[in-house]
């Protein structure tokens, strides 16, 4: 083999390896572009009435949520929504402030900031005397941990 054939096998190599490394960095930059420009596509949007805990439990921080509500006499307060392993749990205190035994079923509806319904759960509330408190806990499966408020109805 002459020495300018050798030149032109090495020179073929080299440019080849070079098309070779265009390549493969060209189609890194467009998958990169590709997920920074569809981000949200693939996480999870940010939860603006959401704190996430160490262990993973996100819990509601809306001011709103914790106000306390009241439907024919019977007080809904000290609320705390919490979502872990896609189960969410509502737990929170009902006062009986009637005159009378209460046992009836509650149907709390989480509600978005735009104050579109999320979603309504029911609670089963049985024999609260008048004047005291018992647990609400409720739980349902699904992410619902960034409600804004809720509604409660009988």
Not at 77 to 101: A, F
Not at 113 to 119: D, L
Not at 128 to 138: D, F, M
């Amino acid at each position: 083999m002459k020495d300018s054939e050798k030149k032109m096998i090495i020179i073929l190599i080299i440019v080849a390896v070079v098309i070779i490394g265009v390549i493969i960095l060209l189609t890194k930059n467009k998958r990169g572009n590709g997920n920074q420009a569809g981000g949200n596509e693939t996480n999870a949007p940010e939860e603006e009435f959401v704190n996430v805990l160490e262990d993973g439990t996100k819990l509601n921080t809306s001011e709103t949520l914790h106000n306390t509500k009241v439907v024919d006499g019977l007080e809904i307060s000290d609320l705390q929504l919490t979502e872990r392993g896609n189960e969410t749990v509502l737990l929170g205190t009902v006062k009986n402030t009637t005159g009378t035994v209460q046992t009836t079923v509650l149907k709390i509806t989480l509600i978005d900031k735009e104050g579109k319904e999320i979603k309504t759960l029911t609670a089963y509330v049985e024999g609260i005397k008048p004047g005291e408190s018992t647990e609400l806990n409720v739980s349902t499966t699904l992410d619902y941990a960034n409600a804004y408020d809720f509604k409660v109805s009988k």
